[in-house]
């Protein structure tokens, strides 16, 4: 395979496939995380090399484990690897450890990680999967800095902690609050929309069949039984 | 006693409301939430759901995990004890109930790798809680997902009638509804705790 397709596999995660606003993937670590800078970097960064081992690992194992427990497989390798980022944080960056808490390990239900793992890495090469890792975690990484820099430097005031003089006195807290996460993630899709025309969305329908989970949790079955409620 | 476990669970149902204040589930949350029934039906997996985790998970975190210093292996084995746990009773419901099955039974599977199910019962060990207590935690993060879901169904099927700005249709303003239904429960923060003292 040529360089110039390498280098689309890795590029492709930052913005034409990014997993957090054209995907709309990893909703909630996105959501929770994005309140200051340093925080969502930690978490971007913590994802980036969990997407990136797992992915390495998955598509090394992809001819060896069979299909038929090949989620649960992948929960365990997925799990393994979290457990690791979450020890060596544990151990040597205890600040960021407290405050990523329960969302580091919740790494493991990452809509992201599993999705990436079973459309990409179960197919593909070592390598292309190892570079789809990287580029679709730094996507993350880059969705929740700018989110975050959005709501720490217009909610609190400042930017990875340090103070912006002029903008103290017209703070908008609710920014950093839980409704501000939902408005300003709306607004980002919005203009992301806006911007592509409203092409990206429609790759991607808002629905069960939309959950990275559905093609393994009896799609049609799920599905089927969803719009047969819908009609009714 | 009884006044802790009211306050638990007043806390988990309003103020730290797992959809609108903590952000766990949040993808069943903008999926399932077109229809009331289909809302109602997702809630109610989802409490039964996380009380059969915390029932499961609780005894393996104080029996195996804390007596034999296991406590780094508490994401691999909570994970795998709820998904096989998940599977389990969809088997069993529906070979035995077939009636529940169908109409709870399809939203089991999405449960499974769902954030506020395994949020849930991390969240109990860290908060320390007893038995009881963990339990009532976990009603309580049950019904508050339940009680967001229907509010969320009936703010949703107004949007979906009315004129947007074309960036705006489908998700975006399915979410800046969500930040205005979480502004309402952002008014109960310090409630809770001068309600019952």
């Known amino acids: ?232 | 006693m009884f006044k802790t476990l009211i306050v638990i669970l007043m806390t988990s149902v309003l103020v730290n409301n797992y959809v609108l204040s903590k952000f766990l589930g949040i993808c069943p949350f903008l999926g399932v939430s077109k229809k009331l029934n289909q809302a109602v039906g997702m809630g109610l997996a989802v409490i039964f759901v996380m009380l059969l985790a915390t029932l499961v998970t609780y005894p393996i975190q104080h029996f195996l995990l804390d007596k034999f210093n296991l406590g780094y292996l508490q994401t691999i084995v909570f994970i795998l004890v709820i998904a096989a746990l998940v599977q389990l009773v969809e088997i069993i419901l529906k070979r035995y109930l077939p009636g529940l099955h169908r109409s709870l039974g399809v939203y089991l599977p999405l449960i499974t790798t769902n954030c506020a199910v395994l949020g849930v019962t991390i969240n109990n060990v860290n908060d320390g809680y007893n038995f009881i207590e963990s339990m009532v935690s976990s009603l309580g993060c049950g019904l508050g997902f339940l009680l967001a879901m229907v509010l969320f169904a009936g703010v949703r099927s107004r949007i979906e009638n009315s004129h947007i700005p074309n960036s705006f249709k489908g998700l975006p303003s399915t979410l800046i509804a969500a930040a205005i239904v979480s502004c309402a429960f952002f008014g109960f923060a310090g409630i809770v705790e001068h309600l019952f003292s």
């Open chain 1, 1 to 232: 395979m040529n360089k110039e397709k390498r280098l689309s596999i890795l590029l492709k995660g930052f913005i034409k496939e990014n997993p957090v606003l054209v995907l709309i993937l990893g909703t909630c670590p996105t959501l929770a995380m994005s309140t200051s800078v340093i925080s969502a970097l930690a978490m971007g960064l913590s994802a980036t090399i969990v997407l990136f081992c797992s992915n390495v690992v998955i598509s090394l194992l992809r001819n060896i484990i069979p299909s038929q427990v090949r989620i649960p497989s992948y929960i365990v390798i997925i799990a393994g690897f979290v457990t690791m980022v979450q020890m060596l944080l544990h151990a040597y960056l205890p600040n960021l450890y407290a405050m990523l808490g329960v969302y580091l390990a919740l790494i493991v239900v990452n809509c992201i990680i599993l999705g990436r793992a079973e459309m990409y890495a179960s197919k593909n090469g070592v390598i292309n999967s190892a570079l789809d890792g990287i580029g679709m975690g730094l996507g993350f990484t880059l969705a929740l800095f700018l989110m975050a820099t959005i709501r720490e430097v217009f909610g609190n005031g400042s930017f990875a902690g340090i103070e912006i003089g002029f903008l103290q006195n017209y703070k908008i807290s609710i920014l950093t609050q839980a409704p501000g996460g939902f408005f300003v993630f709306g607004c980002m899709i919005a203009l992301v929309n806006k911007i592509t025309h409203g092409k990206a969305i429609k790759k991607k329908e808002f629905s069960c069949s939309g959950c990275p989970s559905a093609s393994f949790c009896h799609k049609d079955e799920c599905n089927n039984t969803l719009e047969e409620k819908e009609a009714n």
